[in-house]
């Protein structure tokens, strides 16, 4: 696959319990190529956590290989992985992240800042863009704790493509949106799909699962289902 930006080969995880261990990952290999829009899928407990966490650098195999965007992760350090993540990949986390001493565009602006890429003159600009993206360019004066989860949520968004990484990876990444709010953020996903951007989706909901372009189903540790699937409204 010579467009492949994230491949998986051979991956296990275990997790020390007691005198013993627990497998959570079982021998996953995979392929994604440049833009195209993955859904994970899988029952609480499946595994599709502890995957996104090594597609992500946030914790590192027992065993297998993670290569993103043609680097392997084994061989970075942390503070490399931090480095990484600021400019390479954006990550919808599940519960936020956000910073609650900092507003939320503040919070947008905070990857900027770290990463540097951008001329500072043009940070402010780009997080009332990325904030107006999601119906929150009014808000950014705002502290988290003043809005809702859903607002939250999406600010989570704006700031996941705060350095415009051509990889995002989103954990429930609409699950606190009312059903309006969720279709309107998965069609802003799908925009950044269409504008080159590689995006994997975890997800419990089979519905939006369908509207991507493939589902991989997870199972006790293991892919049970690779399938492509064709995109819908």
Do not use: Y
Not at 40 to 63: E, F, H, W
Not at 73 to 85: H, I, P, Q, T
Not at 110 to 119: E, G, Q, S, V
Not at 148 to 154: E, K, L, T, V, Y
Request: with cysteine; net charge positive; hydrophobic share 40%.
């Amino acid at each position: 696959m010579n467009d492949c930006v994230i491949e998986l080969r051979a991956v296990s995880k275990s997790f020390a319990v007691g005198s013993g261990s627990v497998q959570v990952l079982k021998d996953i290999s995979l392929q994604v190529r440049a833009g195209e829009f993955v859904a994970i899928v899988g029952q609480s407990g499946s595994g599709k956590s502890t995957l996104l966490n090594m597609l992500t650098g946030v914790d590192r195999p027992t065993a297998g290989e993670v290569i993103i965007g043609g680097q392997r992760l084994a061989g970075k350090s942390e503070d490399d992985l931090a480095r990484w993540r600021r400019t390479e990949i954006g990550i919808i986390f599940q519960f936020f992240n956000l910073v609650p001493g900092l507003t939320l565009g503040q919070n947008v602006r905070l990857p900027m800042d770290l990463a540097a890429t951008l001329p500072a003159a043009d940070r402010q600009a780009r997080v009332r863009r990325l904030l107006d993206t999601v119906g929150l360019a009014e808000r950014q004066g705002w502290m988290p704790a003043r809005v809702s989860g859903g607002d939250q949520q999406r600010a989570a968004i704006a700031r996941a493509n705060a350095n415009d990484p051509p990889i995002i990876f989103g954990d429930e990444a609409t699950s606190r949106q009312d059903p309006r709010s969720a279709i309107a953020c998965f069609e802003l996903f799908r925009r950044w799909v269409a504008g080159g951007k590689t995006f994997v989706l975890v997800t419990h909901s089979r519905e939006l699962a369908m509207r991507t372009g493939r589902v991989i189903e997870l199972a006790d540790g293991s892919i049970v289902s690779d399938r492509r699937v064709k995109e819908t409204l």
